[in-house]
Protein backbone atom coordinates (compact mmCIF):
# COMPACT_ATOMS: atom_id res chain seq x y z
CA UNK A 1 0.00 0.00 0.00
CA UNK A 2 1.25 3.19 -1.20
CA UNK A 3 1.39 6.70 0.69
CA UNK A 4 -1.52 8.26 -0.89
CA UNK A 5 -3.54 4.95 -0.12
CA UNK A 6 -2.68 4.98 3.54
CA UNK A 7 -3.79 8.67 3.99
CA UNK A 8 -7.04 7.34 1.76
CA UNK A 9 -7.72 4.33 4.24
CA UNK A 10 -6.97 6.74 6.96
CA UNK A 11 -9.24 9.47 6.01
CA UNK A 12 -12.43 6.54 5.49
CA UNK A 13 -11.64 5.16 9.31
CA UNK A 14 -11.87 8.67 10.57
CA UNK A 15 -15.22 9.93 9.12
CA UNK A 16 -16.74 6.96 10.20
CA UNK A 17 -15.58 6.81 13.69
CA UNK A 18 -16.50 10.56 13.65
CA UNK A 19 -20.11 10.23 12.19
CA UNK A 20 -22.01 10.58 15.46
CA UNK A 21 -19.71 13.38 16.93
CA UNK A 22 -21.68 16.44 17.41
CA UNK A 23 -19.77 18.67 19.85
CA UNK A 24 -17.69 20.59 17.00
CA UNK A 25 -15.22 17.78 16.82
CA UNK A 26 -16.91 16.12 14.01
CA UNK A 27 -15.17 14.71 10.57
CA UNK A 28 -15.88 18.11 9.58
CA UNK A 29 -13.59 19.93 12.03
CA UNK A 30 -11.30 16.65 11.34
CA UNK A 31 -11.52 17.37 7.36
CA UNK A 32 -10.60 21.46 7.76
CA UNK A 33 -8.02 20.44 9.72
CA UNK A 34 -6.15 18.23 7.60
CA UNK A 35 -6.80 20.48 4.13
CA UNK A 36 -5.40 23.64 6.77
CA UNK A 37 -2.27 21.15 7.24
CA UNK A 38 -2.08 20.62 3.12
CA UNK A 39 -2.03 24.00 2.71
CA UNK A 40 0.41 25.38 5.07
CA UNK A 41 3.12 21.97 4.54
CA UNK A 42 3.17 23.53 0.70
CA UNK A 43 5.56 25.76 1.87
CA UNK A 44 7.46 23.08 3.47
CA UNK A 45 8.97 20.69 0.63
CA UNK A 46 11.49 18.92 3.50
CA UNK A 47 8.74 17.96 5.49
CA UNK A 48 7.15 14.86 5.89
CA UNK A 49 3.56 14.93 3.94
CA UNK A 50 2.60 11.35 4.90
CA UNK A 51 3.52 12.31 8.71
CA UNK A 52 1.53 15.44 8.57
CA UNK A 53 -1.82 14.17 6.96
CA UNK A 54 -1.91 11.59 9.36
CA UNK A 55 -1.21 13.83 12.14
CA UNK A 56 -4.11 16.04 11.09
CA UNK A 57 -6.37 13.19 10.31
CA UNK A 58 -5.85 11.47 13.57
CA UNK A 59 -5.43 14.47 15.84
CA UNK A 60 -8.71 14.26 17.81
CA UNK A 61 -8.80 10.02 17.67
CA UNK A 62 -7.71 9.90 21.07
CA UNK A 63 -8.99 13.60 22.96
CA UNK A 64 -10.07 13.42 25.87
CA UNK A 65 -13.41 15.18 24.69
CA UNK A 66 -14.06 12.36 22.71
CA UNK A 67 -13.24 9.15 24.12
CA UNK A 68 -13.74 7.97 27.65
CA UNK A 69 -10.66 5.92 27.95
CA UNK A 70 -7.22 8.02 26.41
CA UNK A 71 -5.19 5.63 26.79
CA UNK A 72 -6.95 2.81 24.81
CA UNK A 73 -7.88 5.12 21.93
CA UNK A 74 -4.29 6.02 21.83
CA UNK A 75 -3.00 1.93 21.68
CA UNK A 76 -6.12 2.03 18.84
CA UNK A 77 -4.47 4.12 16.61
CA UNK A 78 -0.77 3.17 17.23
CA UNK A 79 -2.35 -0.36 16.26
CA UNK A 80 -3.79 0.98 13.02
CA UNK A 81 -0.55 2.57 11.94
CA UNK A 82 1.39 -0.64 12.28
CA UNK A 83 -1.53 -2.69 10.72
CA UNK A 84 -0.80 0.13 7.71
CA UNK A 85 2.48 -0.81 7.56
CA UNK A 86 3.95 2.45 8.92
CA UNK A 87 7.50 2.10 10.65
CA UNK A 88 7.90 2.43 14.62
CA UNK A 89 10.12 6.09 14.19
CA UNK A 90 7.37 7.16 12.06
CA UNK A 91 4.58 5.92 14.18
CA UNK A 92 6.41 7.59 17.03
CA UNK A 93 6.53 11.09 15.08
CA UNK A 94 2.22 10.91 14.42
CA UNK A 95 1.62 10.23 17.78
CA UNK A 96 3.93 12.86 19.27
CA UNK A 97 2.63 15.43 16.43
CA UNK A 98 -0.55 14.86 17.71
CA UNK A 99 0.15 14.94 20.92
CA UNK A 100 1.78 18.24 20.94
CA UNK A 101 -2.10 19.73 19.57
CA UNK A 102 -3.57 19.65 22.29
CA UNK A 103 -3.97 23.34 24.05
CA UNK A 104 -4.98 22.48 27.91
CA UNK A 105 -5.48 25.75 28.73
CA UNK A 106 -2.61 27.30 27.12
CA UNK A 107 -0.22 24.38 29.38
CA UNK A 108 0.32 21.76 27.30
CA UNK A 109 3.56 20.06 28.55
CA UNK A 110 4.14 18.58 24.94
CA UNK A 111 5.05 21.19 22.83
CA UNK A 112 5.86 20.71 18.87
CA UNK A 113 8.84 20.46 18.22
CA UNK A 114 9.35 19.54 14.31
CA UNK A 115 7.92 21.57 11.60
CA UNK A 116 6.09 18.78 11.08
CA UNK A 117 4.67 19.09 14.78
CA UNK A 118 4.11 22.73 14.21
CA UNK A 119 1.83 22.65 11.08
CA UNK A 120 -0.26 19.99 12.61
CA UNK A 121 -0.71 22.58 15.80
CA UNK A 122 -1.17 25.42 13.67
CA UNK A 123 -3.87 23.73 11.53
CA UNK A 124 -5.87 22.48 14.26
CA UNK A 125 -5.96 25.80 16.18
CA UNK A 126 -6.82 27.74 12.54
CA UNK A 127 -9.67 26.34 13.35
CA UNK A 128 -10.48 27.79 16.63
CA UNK A 129 -10.19 31.10 14.95
CA UNK A 130 -12.66 33.01 13.14
CA UNK A 131 -16.51 32.22 11.83
CA UNK A 132 -16.29 28.52 11.98
CA UNK A 133 -14.31 29.04 15.70
CA UNK A 134 -17.38 30.91 16.95
CA UNK A 135 -20.23 28.36 15.88
CA UNK A 136 -17.92 25.36 17.36
CA UNK A 137 -17.64 27.14 20.37
CA UNK A 138 -21.91 27.71 20.71
CA UNK A 139 -22.42 23.48 19.70
CA UNK A 140 -20.02 22.49 22.39
CA UNK A 141 -21.20 24.82 24.73
CA UNK A 142 -24.55 23.62 24.36
CA UNK A 143 -23.54 19.65 24.16
CA UNK A 144 -21.89 20.49 27.63
CA UNK A 145 -24.67 22.59 29.26
CA UNK A 146 -22.30 25.73 29.31
CA UNK A 147 -24.42 29.00 29.72
CA UNK A 148 -23.97 30.84 26.41
CA UNK A 149 -22.76 34.46 29.40
CA UNK A 150 -23.45 35.57 32.50
CA UNK A 151 -23.09 39.18 32.26
CA UNK A 152 -19.23 39.79 33.41
CA UNK A 153 -17.76 42.90 31.92
CA UNK A 154 -15.43 42.52 29.00
CA UNK A 155 -12.41 44.17 31.46
CA UNK A 156 -13.04 41.09 33.84
CA UNK A 157 -13.40 38.71 31.21
CA UNK A 158 -9.92 39.93 29.75
CA UNK A 159 -7.99 40.12 33.14
CA UNK A 160 -9.83 36.83 34.79
CA UNK A 161 -9.60 33.56 32.83
CA UNK A 162 -10.88 31.03 35.70
CA UNK A 163 -14.34 32.94 35.88
CA UNK A 164 -17.89 31.05 35.35
CA UNK A 165 -17.03 28.59 32.47
CA UNK A 166 -19.07 30.14 29.55
CA UNK A 167 -19.22 30.15 25.81
CA UNK A 168 -18.34 33.81 25.91
CA UNK A 169 -15.64 33.43 28.28
CA UNK A 170 -14.31 31.16 26.02
CA UNK A 171 -13.02 33.36 23.68
CA UNK A 172 -10.84 35.18 26.29
CA UNK A 173 -9.63 32.06 28.13
CA UNK A 174 -8.49 30.54 24.68
CA UNK A 175 -9.58 31.64 21.09
CA UNK A 176 -8.32 35.43 21.26
CA UNK A 177 -5.02 33.95 22.14
CA UNK A 178 -4.32 31.58 19.90
CA UNK A 179 -3.36 33.46 16.92
CA UNK A 180 -0.02 34.87 18.98
CA UNK A 181 0.32 30.56 19.66
CA UNK A 182 0.96 29.97 15.39
CA UNK A 183 4.27 28.91 14.33
CA UNK A 184 4.50 29.39 10.92
CA UNK A 185 3.99 32.60 8.71
CA UNK A 186 1.37 31.41 6.12
CA UNK A 187 -0.78 30.43 9.58
CA UNK A 188 -0.62 33.57 11.25
CA UNK A 189 -1.40 35.62 7.62
CA UNK A 190 -4.71 33.39 7.86
CA UNK A 191 -5.24 34.49 11.65
CA UNK A 192 -5.54 37.51 11.09
CA UNK A 193 -8.62 38.13 8.92
CA UNK A 194 -10.57 35.72 10.91
CA UNK A 195 -8.90 36.62 14.80
CA UNK A 196 -10.34 40.12 13.54
CA UNK A 197 -13.54 39.13 12.80
CA UNK A 198 -13.90 37.35 16.30
CA UNK A 199 -13.52 40.95 17.61
CA UNK A 200 -16.03 42.47 16.21
CA UNK A 201 -18.36 39.61 16.81
CA UNK A 202 -17.81 40.25 20.57
CA UNK A 203 -18.69 43.93 20.17
CA UNK A 204 -21.71 43.03 18.46
CA UNK A 205 -22.43 40.42 20.99
CA UNK A 206 -21.76 42.69 23.66
CA UNK A 207 -24.15 45.98 22.43
CA UNK A 208 -26.60 43.41 21.99
CA UNK A 209 -26.36 42.34 25.08
CA UNK A 210 -26.94 45.76 26.66
CA UNK A 211 -29.34 46.67 24.18
CA UNK A 212 -27.16 49.14 22.28
CA UNK A 213 -27.97 47.94 18.91
Known amino acids: MNEKEIIIEIQKEMKKFFTQETTGHDWYHIERVWKNAQKIATHYPKANPLQIELAALLHDRYDHKIVSNVEQ ?9 VQHGLTKELIEKIL ?5 VGFRNGKNPIQPITIEDKIVQDADRLDAIGAIAIARTFVYSGAHQRPIYTGE ?25 LSDTLHTPEAREIAKGRHEFMKEYLTQFFAEWEGLK
Open 96 to 100: YSIDA
Open 153 to 177: TQEVLEKAHELEDTAIGHFYEKLLT
Open 73 to 81: AKLEVRDLL
